[in-house]
């Protein structure tokens, strides 16, 4: 009877050798999977991130391009207007040139 006791003390040990070893193994695999997890999302918040600079970048971009288009735009259309007043007031400025003109002729003549 005392070999028997014996016998299931150590056979009940081994079993228990064997569930430690296993937990062990369970728990370095856990622990791997979570580092390649935590690599993984690593690597897509990089990714992620970087798609997001190249978004914004592109986005400022088509900002800067349309404020550049808007400015020339204010700028021809400032351009016109002035040479329409130039056009507009070019007659009178010319009556008023050679009328000088003839003004110094009269004066030195």
Known sequence: MKTDVLKSIKETEEEYQ?????AQAE???SLSDADLEAENMVQK???DAGDYKIQRLAEARADAQNRYAE???EGETRAEALAAQGNKNRAK???VIVSRFKEQLHVKA
């Open 18 to 22: 064997v569930m430690i070893r296993d």
């Open 45 to 47: 918040a990089h990714k």
């Open 27 to 29: 728990r370095k695999k």
């Open 93 to 95: 400025a010319v009556e």
């Open 71 to 73: 400015i020339v735009r």
